[in-house]
């Protein structure tokens, strides 16, 4: 994994102190432990007598990236009309009118939650081709 995935830690992330945890290794707590206690003057630090030290910690974060898709104006070009109404409308009943058109444009990251629900409206506006995302970006997931 690229290191430089790490560069931007969030300064109010909640670190992890037990290094010996057998998922220590691969959760991002314990990883933004040492740059963070290096970089800031004070840490939010998980309350140790919640985490468990095993694979069922309910506070372990996976430090693999995922891949996030920004914007979608690229679909609307391969569409019937009629299929981007249709499609359009699923969208902004979700997530409303505003927020459909910053989606659209790729004004921030969808995860893989918002991808998969904007694919499914291609399929249920009658669109049966496939259709890609104007972008692509493996990030870290810190919050979401």
Not at 105 to 122: N, T
Request: proline residues 8%; hydrophobic residues 35%.
């Amino acid at each position: 994994m690229p290191k430089i995935l790490y560069k931007d830690i969030p300064v109010d992330f909640g670190v992890c102190q037990h290094e010996d945890c057998p998922r220590a290794a691969a959760c991002l707590h314990q990883i933004a432990y040492k740059p963070l206690l290096e970089q800031c003057y004070v840490l939010r630090l998980m309350n140790p007598n919640r985490c468990t030290k095993d694979d069922q910690c309910p506070h372990y974060r996976s430090s693999v990236p995922i891949t996030y898709a920004w914007g979608f104006t690229g679909m609307q070009k391969r569409m019937f009309p009629g299929q981007y109404y249709t499609f359009m409308s699923i969208l902004k009943n979700q997530f409303g009118h505003n927020p459909y058109y910053e989606r659209r444009r790729g004004e921030f990251a969808l995860p893989p939650q918002e991808q998969k629900f904007i694919l499914d409206a291609l399929r249920r506006a009658g669109v049966t081709e496939e259709m890609k995302f104007d972008r692509y970006e493996e990030c870290i997931n810190w919050f979401d």
